[in-house]
């Protein structure tokens, strides 16, 4: 019942939205475009302050989340506060922003459960890797030609670390390419996608020190649409289930797989 009442929320305020972009369109005044919301995601249980970037966001009010009981307060013309209740469940939402012309496209926000960090220039090469714990969500931007982003991590034998980018599917413009060096700059992994276009490395800690993740784009390109978020993580995760859909109301037995996870 619970889904059911959000889907109905956000069924009322598309509709709602529509409305006002077709009165726009009519009387000639182009509606707003969102590009980038950064960063783009947030932890549960916490406030995150974003900024915001796109044409025709005059009197911009306020953005609009699809979960339920996240709030948004307006601090400057383009930059907003966040809060997510204690309860949400971690995954991916859409935001839209609200103002005098009248509403924008969607764009992907994630809700975490991990801390957060914004990445710290300079880290263009490794000598200058910004150092970061274990268990942390980086929010980053390849922001110009030739850009590439270092970061730090200390591990111990036998850890398995998962090392994951998020980009296209939260709207992003990079094509990310994932590397891990250890600390005499020997490469030890890449990969260049996983979930789509997305990288992921799985990477088992072969000896006690640190290591530093490289990501870059492809083609070398960068701008600030070319935003990522770095997932640095020895917690538990499911990649996929078997089955992925069950019947309500009805036991079933389900097998998850993924990395870090423990039995039963």
């Avoid at 930059?79 to 012309?101: H, K």
């Avoid at 990477?203 to 490289?214: L, M, N, Q, T």
Wanted: a positive charge; glycine letters at 10%.
């Amino acid at each position: 019942m619970i889904v059911c009442r959000r889907y109905r929320e956000v069924l009322r305020f598309v509709a709602a939205s529509l409305a006002i972009l077709t009165a726009r369109a009519v009387f000639g005044q182009a509606p707003p475009v969102l590009n980038t919301v950064f960063p783009m995601g947030g932890q549960v249980g916490h406030s995150v302050d974003v900024t915001v970037s796109g044409s025709n966001l005059q009197g911009l009010r306020t953005l609009h989340c699809n979960v339920s009981g996240v709030r948004c307060e307006r601090l400057e013309p383009s930059r907003f506060r966040l809060t997510i209740p204690g309860d949400t469940p971690p995954g991916l939402c859409d935001l839209w922003a609200v103002g005098d012309n009248g509403v924008s496209a969607p764009r992907m926000f994630v809700i975490g459960n991990r801390a957060e960090q914004l990445e710290a220039e300079p880290n263009e090469v490794v000598t200058a890797a910004m150092s970061v714990p274990l268990d942390v969500a980086i929010n980053g931007r390849i922001d110009k030609a030739g850009d590439a982003d270092h970061f730090r991590f200390a591990a111990q034998r036998g850890q398995r670390v998962v090392v994951e980018c998020w980009a296209e599917r939260i709207d992003s413009r990079l094509r990310a390419v994932l590397e891990i060096f250890d600390a005499s700059g020997r490469r030890l992994a890449v990969n260049r996608g996983y979930f789509g276009i997305d990288p992921l490395i799985d990477f088992r800690v072969p000896a006690d020190g640190s290591y530093v993740v490289k990501v870059q784009d492809l083609i070398s390109s960068g701008s600030a649409e070319h935003y990522y978020r770095l997932d640095i993580d020895t917690g538990p995760r499911v990649a996929f289930s078997v089955p992925s859909v069950i019947q309500r109301g009805k036991p079933a037995r389900v097998a998850l797989y993924g990395w870090n996870l423990r039995e039963g």
